[in-house]
């Protein structure tokens, strides 16, 4: 089993910056890939950044890129998520996840992923 447990959330002005953490614990492997996804009220949970733990190679969601970095620290387990220019849109509750399966690209599917964390709330107020 994996255990995810994310990190870094509240509340920013419009404009802001924010760095989400999401430390993994249990049986890992280098195969992994590691995603953020995102979930605003009565909306469906939305993918926004994931990398590959071998290899780092990253995606994002268009409504994030340039705005938002996905990065990962071998050595703590752990992956980060900093995000820049924040602006209100971005509020959701935002979740760590994992994929086993090892794949020749980096899913942006949620069904794609088998573990999950928590869950930390971003507000972006005006």
């Known amino acids: 089993q994996v255990q995810l447990v994310e990190s870094g959330g509240g509340l920013v002005q419009a404009g802001g910056s924010l760095r989400l953490s999401c430390a993994a614990s249990?049986?890992?492997?280098?195969?992994?890939?590691r995603g953020w996804f995102r979930q605003a009220p009565g909306k469906e949970r939305e993918f926004v950044a994931a990398?590959?733990?071998?290899?780092?190679?990253?995606s994002y969601a268009d409504s994030v890129k340039g705005r938002f970095t996905i990065s990962r620290d071998n050595a703590k387990n752990t992956v980060y998520l900093e995000m820049n220019s924040l602006k209100l849109e971005d509020t959701a509750v935002y979740y760590c996840?994992?994929?086993?399966?090892?794949?020749?690209?980096?899913?942006?599917?949620?069904?794609?992923?088998?573990?999950w964390g928590q869950g930390t709330q971003v507000t972006v107020a005006s």
């Open positions: 249990g049986r890992t492997f280098s195969n992994y890939i």
């Open positions: 990398i590959r733990w071998g290899g780092g190679s990253t």
């Open positions: 996840a994992a994929d086993r399966t090892l794949r020749s690209g980096v899913s942006s599917w949620v069904g794609d992923y088998d573990y």
